[in-house]
């Protein structure tokens, strides 16, 4: 089995945000996948990957069945489509936790490209929310990568990238 970090994290302020490391211009995805509806996670961001048992799967799943949201992140290593498993997002100081099962992956040259069907259905608004700080902080990161960290307004720059891109994000 796998334990497996797809980017590692590093401090870049002295108040605790914790930003990733590796997100630059080239790693900034759109937020929705056209093939499939579901969310990018930007590139560069991390994200940790676990495998869980099948039982478990079953007794932390609700009956009523699969969520249509789904994630799309890249590896590095392969996973089985079908594979029951637990991604944890950082954000600051806190850990955002979700279960589901591999529906898809597509293999590129250098990397794999997982989809992510969500088995909580009430973890979808919880992804969304995670998703869009997730893009904000990289499209953040870029600004300051183009612009000059001296001219970053976050408050600015966060209504800018909501009112850019909010509306891609799929609805529940």
């Known amino acids: 089995m796998f334990n497996h970090k797809v980017n590692r994290l590093q401090k870049y302020s002295s108040q605790g945000t914790r930003l990733p490391t590796g997100i630059g211009?080239?790693?900034l995805r759109?937020?929705?996948?056209?093939?499939?509806g579901f969310i990018?996670?930007?590139s560069g961001f991390p994200i940790e990957i676990q495998p869980i048992s099948f039982s478990k799967l079953k007794a932390e799943s609700p009956a009523s069945g699969n969520s249509r949201l789904g994630l799309l992140f890249?590896?590095?290593?392969?996973?089985?489509?079908?594979?029951?498993i637990e991604i944890t997002i950082p954000l600051g100081d806190a850990n955002e936790c979700f279960v589901g099962r591999v529906v898809l992956v597509r293999h590129q040259i250098d990397y794999f490209e997982?989809?992510?069907?969500?088995t909580h259905p009430e973890a979808t608004s919880r992804l969304r929310i995670v998703e869009q700080i997730c893009h904000i902080e990289a499209y953040?990161?870029?600004k300051k990568f183009t612009d000059g960290p001296y001219t970053i307004n976050r408050d600015l720059l966060t209504r800018e990238w909501i009112a850019q891109y909010a509306a891609k994000v799929p609805s529940l």
């Open 25 to 27: 211009l080239q790693s």
């Open 30 to 36: 759109p937020v929705l996948d056209e093939q499939t």
């Open 40 to 42: 990018n996670h930007p």
């Open 74 to 84: 890249k590896t590095d290593i392969f996973i089985k489509p079908g594979q029951a």
């Open 114 to 118: 997982i989809g992510l069907c969500l």
């Open 140 to 142: 953040l990161h870029q």
